[in-house]
């Protein structure tokens, strides 16, 4: 069934700078890549997504990038903020399982002040 | 709109006891799962739901581990007997028809097995 690796599993940067976080996938046949950001005692939440057919997709801060054919996806966050602090999750979903979504390993991140 | 609703949200138990959760999700959402989260990990998917059928329960522990989702709306989760390593939050989510559509969490359910 599908994989999902993410790295690192811990991030710490200083306010402002940038972060990014990286995953890849295992079945090719996966077609939608969503990431999750998930505070303290609280369930994840969506911050952005991208479909198989687009390459990049921004919004605001955020932006997400996708190569299918390395089967690699990633976040980046620009002018990181203390609230950006929680810990994030790379998703994928592919229809040769059903349409269910499996999430990596999760990354911590730290923003300092 | 009303998120997904999760109860009880904290729960201690001894192990060999047994336990449930329950779920309420978006309504009108089709797709349900349950995750298990072990601190520090990312989500585990137990089981998904489609309406009121099973669509992958794949990962779910059928020998301690049940789960329905009756009339297609509300979902219950049981763990019977629990063990120490069960000690996890449990997580609903809902989405609209699955897929490629934003899945909605519940806050989770913590259990704590000792």
């Known amino acids: 069934g599908e994989n999902v690796e993410q790295h690192p599993s811990t991030l710490s940067v200083q306010e402002g700078d940038s972060a990014v976080i990286k995953c890849t996938y295992s079945d090719s046949a996966s077609n939608y890549f969503p990431w999750y950001k998930q505070e303290l005692g609280k369930g994840p939440q969506l911050i952005i997504d991208?479909?198989?057919?687009?390459g990049e997709k921004k919004d605001q801060r955020i932006a997400v990038t996708l190569n299918k054919t390395a089967k690699h996806f990633s976040l980046h966050i620009t002018e990181t903020q203390p609230e950006d602090s929680a810990v994030y999750f790379c998703?994928?979903?592919?229809?040769?399982?059903?349409?269910?979504?499996?999430f990596g390993q999760g990354t911590e991140l730290s923003v300092k002040p | 709109e009303a998120g997904v609703a999760q109860s009880p949200r904290y729960k201690i138990i001894e192990k060999r006891q047994s336990v449930a959760f329950w779920c309420n999700p978006i309504?009108?959402?089709?797709?349900l799962y349950w995750y298990q989260q072990i601190l520090g990990q990312g989500p585990k998917l137990l089981i998904q739901?489609?309406?009121?059928?099973?669509?992958?329960d794949s990962q779910l522990p059928k020998d301690r581990f049940s789960a329905e989702r009756l009339k297609g709306v509300d979902s219950t989760l049981k763990i019977q007997p629990a063990k120490l390593e069960d000690s996890a939050v449990y997580l609903c989510a809902s989405q609209p028809w699955g897929g490629d559509t934003e899945a909605f969490f519940g806050q989770g359910t913590r259990l704590t097995v000792v």
């Open positions: 991208i479909r198989s057919n687009v």
């Open positions: 998703a994928a979903v592919s229809y040769n399982q059903g349409g269910k979504l499996i």
């Open positions: 309504s009108g959402h089709a797709t």
């Open positions: 739901f489609q309406n009121n059928g099973v669509v992958d």
